[in-house]
């Protein structure tokens, strides 16, 4: 099955720094990916949609200066948390859909813990 | 490494019928177990499920967590067109990440 991979799993780092995170489609091109942020009570909310080759669609609400995208291949996609606050400590996950299925046909990353001090 | 695995992948019902959708798991340092209805956006948060044989209920859904044998269902009946979705099922851990499983695709005809 199609696999999705993150890294780091998990990051500390100190208020005002900026932080990378990666992921990637193992097995598969995926033209879009997707990023969430998990809030409590388990409810996750699509902070953006990473397009290969194009900018990245920011929902309503989200800094996309403060959450930089990059989709530079096929298979790799970047949030950039820059400048980040403790209120940004959250769990980040993404997901990539293979071209060709439903944009709601995800396979998701196992996501990055972010601890922001 | 930590699995969970759905099934089926896909399923094609007609109107007024009964699913059953299944997730099984082998993680290690289990917390809760939680189901997703993914239509556009954001999957949409349904049950969490952290004690066995406690049905929890929301109108034409329901869901079960058997931690012995390591799996939940998802009951929805009386099916309606706009049951259709990709459900997933996603495994919290103790240190707060999870692991989804890759989807059951439900096509709910009228």
């Known amino acids: 099955g199609a696999v999705v991979s993150q890294h780091p799993s998990r990051v500390i780092c100190k208020s005002g720094t900026s932080v990378k995170i990666e992921c990637r489609s193992l097995d598969f091109q995926a033209t879009t990916m997707f990023w969430y942020r998990q809030f409590p009570k388990k409810s996750l909310m699509l902070m953006a949609t990473s397009n290969e080759g194009s900018k990245a669609t920011y929902e309503q609400g989200v800094e996309k200066d403060k959450f930089l995208i990059n989709h530079a291949s096929l298979t790799l996609s970047t949030l950039t948390v820059t400048s980040a606050h403790p209120e940004d400590s959250s769990f980040y996950i993404c997901?990539?859909?293979?071209?060709?299925?439903?944009?709601?046909?995800?396979?998701f990353g196992p996501g990055t813990r972010l601890t922001v001090l | 490494e930590d699995k969970v695995v759905q099934s089926p992948l896909s399923l094609v019902v007609h109107e007024g019928d009964t699913v059953t959708l299944n997730c099984s798991y082998e993680?290690?340092?289990?917390?809760?177990l939680l189901w997703y209805k993914q239509e556009k956006k954001a999957p949409t948060f349904l049950f969490m499920l952290t004690s066995s044989g406690i049905e929890k209920k929301s109108g034409r859904l329901s869901s079960i967590l058997d931690k012995k044998e390591l799996f939940s269902i998802l009951n929805i009946t009386a099916t309606q067109t706009g049951d259709s979705a990709v459900y997933l099922c996603a495994v919290n851990l103790l240190n707060n990440d999870m692991r989804f499983g890759a989807g059951t695709r439900l096509t709910v005809k009228p």
């Open positions: 993680v290690t340092n289990f917390r809760s």
């Open positions: 997901s990539a859909s293979p071209p060709g299925l439903p944009r709601n046909e995800q396979f």
